[in-house]
C-alpha cells in the first residue's frame, strides 16, 4: 500500500549534446530541458511566441523551423511574423504566397535579407505550403537609417503613405530598455545615440504594431514572431511594446543563449555562441567604418 501511495515521478528529459552549429536545446526559464513534441501549455496557449536570434546562426534558423512545423501541426490559425521584411513589401509577400510570382521576384523586390534562401525560405515555404500568412512585420529599411542619421524629426518629412509603413506611436521615454540599448554603445556622441535609439524604436514600435494589428484582423490566431535577439530578449523591446498595445495578449519570449542559466522570464535556446567576430581592434574599428560610410551614402529627404 506504501509503494502505491508514492507519487510517480516523470521521466526527465535528457538534454541534447550542443557539439555543432546545427544543435539547439530548448530550456525552461529555469533551465529544465524540454522537447518540441511535449512542448509547454504556455507556448501552445500563447497568442504571440517570439523567437530571438543570432542573425545567420544555423541551429538557431533550425529551431525555428521545426518549432513552426510543430505549432502547425495542431494550431489552424498560425501565422509567421518576420522581421526580416517590411510592411511596405506586403504585397510583394503575398503574391509569392500565393502563387503570383516567384522566389527570385520575391528576393528582388521584397528586398529579402542575403542569408534568406538558406535561413527564412524553409519557414516561408511552410507557410505557402500550407496557406498560412507571412506578416511584413518591420518599418522600411532606409526610413530606419534617415531617422538614425537625422532623428524621429524625420517623420515629420514623410508622406502619409509612408508614415503608414511605421507604427503610430514611437516612445522615447526612458525605460529599461533605453538604458540597455544606450550601456550597449560604445561609439559616438551623446546626441547621435539618442537618434539611434530614435530608429532603434521604430523597428520595435512597428513589429510589435503590426503584430497586434494582425490579431485585431484574425482574433484567435498565433502569431510565432523572429527578430535579432536584442529586440526582444527580456521581454523588452518589441515584446514590450506588443503588451503596451495590448496587456491581455499572452507573450512568450525565447532567447538564444550560450549558457543555460535558471534566471529571468525567458524561455532558452542554449546552442554554441557565435565566433568571435573580432579579435584585433583595427579590424573591428575598419569594419565599423565601412558601415558608418554606407549608412552616410544613402540620401535622405
Not at 537625422?150 to 538604458?179: F, P
Amino acid at each position: 500500500m506504501s509503494g502505491c501511495s508514492q507519487q510517480i515521478q516523470p521521466t526527465p528529459i535528457p538534454s541534447q549534446a550542443i557539439t555543432s552549429f546545427y544543435d539547439y536545446q530548448l530550456l525552461s526559464p529555469a533551465g529544465s530541458p524540454l522537447s518540441l513534441n511535449t512542448l509547454p501549455q504556455e507556448i501552445i496557449d500563447a497568442d504571440v511566441i517570439l523567437i530571438g536570434e543570432w542573425h545567420t546562426h544555423a541551429a538557431i534558423h533550425r529551431f525555428q523551423t521545426d518549432l513552426f512545423k510543430q505549432l502547425s501541426a495542431t494550431e489552424p490559425k498560425l501565422a509567421l511574423s518576420m522581421e526580416q521584411f517590411s510592411r511596405d513589401k506586403q504585397m510583394v509577400v503575398d503574391e509569392y504566397l500565393t502563387g503570383q510570382i516567384g522566389e527570385q521576384t520575391l528576393m528582388s523586390e521584397a528586398k529579402a535579407w542575403p542569408n534568406y534562401e538558406s535561413d527564412y525560405r524553409p519557414l516561408v515555404e511552410i507557410a505557402k505550403a500550407e496557406g498560412r500568412d507571412v506578416i511584413a512585420a518591420n518599418a522600411p529599411k532606409p526610413i530606419v537609417k534617415c531617422i538614425g542619421q537625422q532623428g524621429i524629426r524625420y517623420l515629420d518629412k514623410l508622406d502619409i503613405d509612408e508614415k503608414s509603413w511605421l507604427a503610430t506611436n514611437i516612445d522615447l521615454a526612458d525605460s529599461a530598455y533605453k538604458s540597455k540599448f544606450l550601456s550597449s554603445m560604445h561609439h559616438g556622441n551623446e546626441e547621435q545615440t539618442q537618434k539611434q535609439f530614435a530608429a532603434q524604436m521604430t523597428w520595435d514600435a512597428t513589429m510589435a504594431e503590426s503584430i497586434v494589428n494582425y490579431l485585431v484582423l484574425h482574433p484567435k490566431s498565433q502569431v510565432m514572431h523572429i527578430a535579432g535577439k536584442f529586440h526582444i530578449e527580456n521581454g523588452l523591446g518589441t515584446a514590450s511594446e506588443i503588451v503596451k498595445l495590448d496587456p491581455k495578449l499572452n507573450v512568450v519570449v525565447i532567447t538564444p543563449t550560450k549558457e543555460a542559466t535558471n534566471e529571468g522570464s525567458d524561455y532558452q535556446l542554449e546552442v554554441l555562441a557565435p565566433p568571435k567576430r573580432f579579435v584585433k581592434q583595427e579590424n573591428m574599428m575598419k569594419a565599423y567604418k565601412a558601415i558608418k560610410s554606407r549608412n552616410h551614402d544613402l540620401v535622405c529627404k
